[in-house]
């Protein structure tokens, strides 16, 4: 990266420390964090990471290596960095000087739940202080913000992430910590009386993958997925779940061993085959994972050939995968299975519990103050009341930027504008990119998931910027300034400016492409919903990517319906070959997989049939009980799958009662503002002993005419909703 002064900072004149942790760093960053932020940010950092491992009583117990990769680097996701460290490290310090290192990180986690609590959003990632401004985030957002908490105060952390579960749909992200020589996890946000417990010890211990990137090239005990110029993946499934090494062979025609092959190990997740970890073979054809003993699939592609094999780890010691012509694919049935549960839950007394609940109770008072002194603000003079309550704690930012369209008496277009954002960028996004589009005419800047900023003054030729994805594996957006300033990027960021150009007017796209129709056929009852029920895939000459049609805001993970798709007579697609795939998710986790593949040629039309494995019958549902708290994360999940399914709920008037324990939990499951659920339900208080006996929440129970349960679930479930309804549809 020649242009641009990038690397000033190596001219001065440094403490030795600290020109070897930047060195460290402008080493292994990606080229996005290199362009868009200076050199001195970084130095500011570094120092205080220095100033951490001085003050904190265990600062010199924390040996180099942990020092380097877990305490010194900033990002921890594809976040926007911000000033966190700067900004909390006297905050945190003075609350955990006089701790214990293994009391610390509880406590931490404790200040991480007065700030922020869980609600689902898009994919896109906001800085630890954004997090804090709008009070909750998902779960990557949330252990964004405890990693940011805990290396801020010299303790080495790091975000761990099932890519895809097995037994269910989506993913999940916690923290590990390490503590006195050992790591150990924790929900983020989420306080526990002790460490390795959270709501997700039983998901966890069905889980065939678990992982975590490390920054720089790492060199420790775990397992190493892969190691390139910005990180190192590890694999540290083995510290959560019964696990097998599986070895790989992959093989030509010929059965002569082929180097160099890709090889994607994936996880039936959302309807697709997802990759969550990718090796290459040696130069014999081999390699090798350990992963949870449930089913995966194992693709191996090189030059164009591609094979695949469908297989229950711990039930095969060494698989063979002999490389083909990918037009040969013919429909194939498999039945998926997830490992089965297994989970390590520690010991916590009666008192630790107790005392936890009563510190949650006061973390959950404070915020919710927080919360009600940003509503109050929100309603404050005459602006759009829907738009405000969208804004959280970035109303003034909104206010402002509305005040001075009222100047230039745009408020119209400011509006406008402010409709086109997603939900996020109203919570984030900052006064100068707003002015900054109003006074450019652009009204739509959202492109993908970057970050938004200003565009630069004077932009430059795409033509003359140099494309180098390995200095960015992760293809984290690299801002439009960025991409000016430095002339060098990532593909990915590069179409974000060349998109980001083209709507300013300095450049224009045109697609020759003429398309296919496809249409898909089905014989059921019901409306199959993609990413649920169905997914399709475009081979792009190696491997198969994901279409996306969601239904709601990108990165909700819900999709359109089969007829929402079939409406204007088929679906338009580029020619190539494609694959769908399709089936129920049943009880336990298990799937009736249906894989087929067809071609689209340009101008024509291809008719292809959605086939969905019968399932048993089932016994018809009377009513559902569920037994919630005030809204953790599985229960958020619980509600969100139950909304979307809402109208067909009502449709077969489906009885639901939602018990909670005590009227705490119930005003705190009300102040999440759960939109959508059915109309039928019914809210009570019992705090009679079911809920003592009910290991995991939320529970859920379906009772039929004769009082008999039928159907029972209790902790984390995606698919939940649909579960569920097949009582009151799906009848013999």
Known sequence: MPYGDLFSIFKEDLVQKDREALEFLYAYMPSCDVADYDNQYFLDNVKKSFQAKAELPWGGRV???EFNHFVVPVRVNNENLDDFRMVYYDELFNRVKDLSMYDAVLE??????????????????????????????????????????LRTICIPARQVYTPRWAHCDDNHAWVEAWVDGKWHFLGACEPEPVLDLGWFNAPASRALLLHTRVFGKYFGPEEVIDRNNNYTEINVIDNYAETAKLNVKVVDVYDKGVDNARVDFKIYNYSEYCTV???????QGNTWLTAGQGTMMVYASKDGKIGWEVVNVGTLDTIIIELNNPTSCHPYDYDIIPPAENARIPEVSAEMRAENNRRLAIEDSIRNAYIAQCVAAQNEGDYDREMMAKTWGNY?????FIDYARTQDREEDAYTLLHNLTDKDLRDVTLNVLIDCIDNGVMNPRVANEMLRPFPANGCDVDTILINNDLNVRQIPMSPAGVVRARVTDSYSYDIYNTTCSRRGERTQQDTCIPGT???????????RYYTHFSIKKFNGNTFDLLAYDAMDPGMDVGMTLSQLMVDGGLALEPGNYAMSSGPRLEDGSVLNHLVFFTIQSGETTDVELVMRSVDSLKRGEKIIAYLDGGSEPTTHAMHDISILKEKFEKYGVKMTFIFKNEEDLKNFKLKKFNGLPQNLEFKIDSDAAFDTINNLP????????NEMIFEKQGYTIGLGEQLLRYFTELP
């Open 277 to 283: 970890a990718t090796k290459y073979t040696d130069n």
């Open 396 to 400: 003034q930012t909104i206010k402002d």
């Open 699 to 706: 529970y859920f129970q379906i009772m039929n005419s004769d």
């Open 63 to 65: 040996p180099e290596r």
């Open 518 to 528: 496809l249409i898909i056929h089905y014989n059921g009852d019901d409306d199959p």
């Open 108 to 149: 931490v986690n404790h200040w991480c739940h007065e700030k922020v609590n869980y609600k689902g959003s898009d994919s896109r990632t906001s800085a630890p202080m954004a997090t804090i401004k709008t009070s909750w985030g998902r779960c990557g957002e949330e252990s964004t913000l405890l990693v940011a908490a």
